[in-house]
């Protein structure tokens, strides 16, 4: 193979063979059906990590809530959370992520649970504060097979 490369090199001929273009071809084929499905994932990835900072901010917001309100949670809602930080949206959204819940949990109002949608991919994300406990727990769904950036064990932060 390499004489008659040689061969066609010495007689001035230029250009390549159909086999090697379809070789060439194939090559890049099998190239992009690897990398499109992890670029794909990578986009929902970020569509969640908005949704995950969407329920930080949130965070925030509640323990400012509990700040004004005497350190308890009653009466905490999404509306209330939204008025505290602007930045944070309750109205469902085809584009980006909204909060479906803010609630005061425990017998004296002093835990809570909120959850953020991420409409792009379905997932929930959800922080809750037990009462009588510091300790946050992050919990997310609906993705039992783990989901862009739901991972399978369901807990997407340590607390």
């Known amino acids: 193979m390499l004489s008659k490369l040689r061969q066609r090199m010495a007689s001035e001929e230029s250009g ?22 992890a670029f794909f994932n990578q986009r929902e990835k970020a569509y969640d990590a908005n949704a995950k900072e969407q329920a ?3 965070e925030t917001a509640m323990e ?6 005497g350190g308890v949670y009653t009466g905490v809602g999404t509306a209330d959370l939204v008025a505290i930080e602007p930045s944070l949206s309750d109205a469902v959204s085809t584009t980006r992520p909204y909060l479906t819940n803010a609630a005061a949990t425990g017998a004296t109002d002093k835990g809570w649970t909120l959850t953020v949608t991420s409409p792009k991919t379905g997932n929930t994300f959800t922080i809750a504060r037990t009462e009588g406990s510091s300790a946050l727990t992050f919990t997310c769904g609906p993705a039992p097979g783990g989901k862009a950036g739901c991972p399978t064990s369901q807990v997407w932060a340590e607390g």
């Open 56 to 58: 930080r901010t949130a």
């Open 16 to 37: 390549f063979t159909l086999v090697e273009l379809l070789v060439v071809m194939l090559i890049i084929g099998l190239l992009a059906a690897i990398a499109i499905p």
């Open 64 to 69: 400012t809530y509990a700040t004004d309100n």
